[in-house]
């Protein structure tokens, strides 16, 4: 038990609701208790008190797409690293994908995952499961049993499944017990060697590049499946501009289509890279402005519903290597809100939009008891100085290894307090 919460002065912003108010919310027993919309609001005696200043409270964070590397590489990322890391910037909830040594494709290491991460992070860690064994896009794992363990979710994390009739049995498979099927959607054979987006920047730098049809074509491809089987799917990561109408046009006929974006696809393009930056290799690659303007207009639209962070940890001795030969990824728990409200500063989207992808929509996709500023709801919550200035430096990161997108850029934006079940996890030193 800890001690009633009163957070005041507040600009609540639920886009559940469509809230957009000042007032103030009160917190008991880790939950929600009262919500006061522009008027004054109960303080039991005991209560911890917190003046806002104005400043923006809303849902906690729900990112979609987190690898962390224990168990089998903690000296990438821990459970507790990854933690700390997420709560510091507004995160209260990730799905940590199953690709880790072993792979999370058995019911015992799901439990074991949960027990963990309940002792040792601060934020809530939920395991997503393997589709396959051992990510090898093969033979299907048990996925009931998976369900059972507490999985939220399954995925081949970032392997894609390349045979189409496994995929059909995996996804109807799914169907049967009701899971939603995330899947990276990549053609494995127009992938082949390429390191970033084809075209011409990737000529003039010398490097193999990869074409948009290696993500256009199997997308096409798992929306037909999925209208087949009926499955609740998730594209897991979307980032050509031709992949918008394939969505669009999936989901006007079947609701239980959904996609997300990485952030990086959405505050980035190809023209980052500069000179073979390799912090700026990732998966799917960055593409061309056109392409993220494409996915800032589907965000908008409602073709794309959730932004996540893609925090992919790796250590310095495989990322500050020759660009073609670098691994991928980048970190992105930290930056991920202030990245993303780099587009409501410029005017390009609405707060409510950002906070909707990242709040409630995943929340619905994954089934969750979250997402939601209302009386009863848990009290995960995240609040922010809309127009703090800031800038990202390496000594100041959390998570275990330093490979972000974002070196040295200077955003706006800023978490001031992470409240989760109640509790008060993370507090910036202005707050």
């Given amino acids: 038990m800890t001690r009633p919460l009163l957070i005041e002065n507040a600009r609540i912003v639920d886009p559940a609701s469509g809230t957009d108010q000042m007032g103030a919310v009160l917190i008991e027993d880790g939950r929600i208790s009262d919500l006061a919309l522009g008027g004054p609001v109960g303080v039991p005696e005991e209560a ?3 003046n806002a200043n104005g400043h923006v409270i809303s849902p906690g964070l729900i990112d979609m797409r987190v690898f962390v590397g224990e168990p089998g590489k903690e000296y990438r990322e821990t459970l507790a690293s990854a933690g700390n890391a ?25 439990d074991f995952l949960i027990r963990r991460a309940e002792a040792q992070s601060p934020a809530r860690i939920l395991p997503a499961a393997a589709i396959t064994k051992g990510l090898g896009g093969k033979e299907i794992t048990e996925f009931g ?3 059972e363990a507490g999985a939220v979710c399954l995925t081949d994390g970032a392997a894609s499944i390349q045979s189409s009739a496994l995929l059909r049995s995996a996804m109807s498979y799914a169907a049967n017990f009701d899971m939603t099927f995330v899947h990276h959607a990549a053609d494995a054979g127009l992938v082949g060697e390429g390191v970033m987006n084809e075209g011409f920047f990737a000529t003039v730098l010398g490097l193999k590049g990869i074409p948009r049809e290696a993500e256009t074509i199997p997308l096409a491809r798992d929306l037909q499946l999925a209208a087949l089987t009926r499955v609740r799917y998730h594209a897991a990561q979307v980032s050509a501009a031709g992949s918008v109408p394939l969505l669009k046009a999936a989901k006007s006929g079947n609701a239980s289509i959904t996609a997300g974006i990485s952030i990086n ?48 940890p790796q250590d310095s001795e495989v990322k500050r290597q020759p660009f073609a030969e670098a691994s991928h990824g980048a970190i992105g728990l930290e930056t991920l809100l202030a990245a993303a409200l780099r587009l409501v500063h410029s005017g390009e989207v609405d707060l409510s939009v950002i906070l909707r992808a990242m709040t409630i929509r995943p929340a619905e996709i994954l089934g969750l008891d979250a ?32 490979n972000t997108s974002f070196e040295g850029a200077r955003l706006q934006g800023k978490v001031m307090r992470t409240i989760v079940g109640g509790k008060t996890v993370f507090q910036h030193a202005d707050c």
Avoid at 86 to 110: H, N, R
């Fill in 265 to 312: 696809n959405l505050c980035l393009n190809e023209n980052d890279i500069g000179r073979y930056r390799s912090y700026f290799k990732l998966n799917p690659p960055l593409r061309a402005e056109e392409d993220r303007q494409a996915m800032i207009e589907a965000l908008r639209a409602g073709v794309i519903d959730t932004i996540h962070s893609d925090h992919d």
């Fill in 145 to 147: 049993l998976l369900k």
């Fill in 86 to 110: 997420a709560v510091s910037g507004g995160i209260t909830s990730f799905v940590m994908m199953p690709d880790t040594t072993p792979v999370v494709d058995d019911g015992a290491l799901v």
């Fill in 371 to 402: 997402g939601r500023i209302v009386r009863g709801a848990q009290a995960d919550l995240v609040l922010f100085d809309l127009d703090y200035p800031w800038q990202v430096t390496e000594r100041d990161l959390r998570s275990r290894s330093r």
């Fill in 48 to 50: 911890e008190v917190v």
